[in-house]
T-cell receptor
């Protein structure tokens, strides 16, 4: 069966510090991968998605970036965090032949 | 105009009640539809897909009305464990375009 992992689970970072969140998927090959952010009391905002290694599409211009160095690894980064980057970051995967997305446990980021 | 709109609630219902949520979408080219459940401070989990003919999974019934562009979720015989936020999701035909509603909060009261 497929599983998706995210780490860390929680993170508290000062403004201006860098960020690296990691997501890995097991039990499947060539999944579509997604990064979402959910701010307090708001819906999910799609940040990036990837259909393959090295292929990244950005949905929202911002100080975040994403990379996919391996088939089942998706990384979300920032060089300098802003207060507005606080939120619940969710990674999701999907097989291209289906439309159901499955989410990882998320990383709760607080920028102070 | 938002792609997907949901009544945020909250819905507070007694155990055993029947409750229904609606979700409207703006793009008639939308192809796939889902309901997700999200518990407090947890990730969303797929509850069920929504098929054109309507579908049922135990106490849960999902329906799609393409003419009026809305989907619905009906929960019968509510349990305490049904308390959560329910998110509707609409996928455009072009793929990789998933639109999540902001969620409807449900609390089932003993």
């Amino acid at each position: 069966s497929q599983t998706i992992h995210q780490w860390p689970a929680t993170l508290v970072q000062p403004v201006g510090s860098p960020l690296s969140l990691e997501c890995t998927v097991e039990g499947t090959s060539n999944p579509n991968l997604y990064w979402y952010r959910q701010a307090a009391g708001r819906g999910l905002q799609l940040l990036f998605y990837s259909v393959g290694i090295g292929q990244i599409s950005s949905e929202v211009p911002q100080n975040l970036s994403a990379s996919r160095p391996q088939d089942r690894q998706f990384i979300l980064s920032s060089k300098k965090l802003l207060l507005s980057d606080s939120g619940f970051y969710l990674c999701a995967w999907m097989l291209s032949s289906y439309n159901e997305q499955f989410f990882g446990p998320g990383t709760r980021l607080t920028v102070l | 105009r938002k792609e997907v709109e949901q009544d945020p609630g909250p819905f507070n219902v007694p155990e055993g009640a029947t409750v229904a949520f609606n979700c409207t979408y703006s793009n008639s080219a939308s192809q796939s539809f889902f309901w997700y459940r999200q518990d407090c401070r947890k990730e969303p989990k797929l509850l069920m897909s929504v098929y054109s003919s309507g579908n049922e999974d135990g106490r849960f019934t999902a329906q799609l009305n393409r003419a009026s562009q809305y989907i619905s979720l009906l929960i019968r015989d509510s349990k305490l464990s049904d308390s959560a936020t329910y998110l509707c999701v609409v996928v455009l035909r072009t793929g990789n375009q998933f639109y999540f509603g902001t969620g409807t909060s449900l609390t089932v009261i003993p």
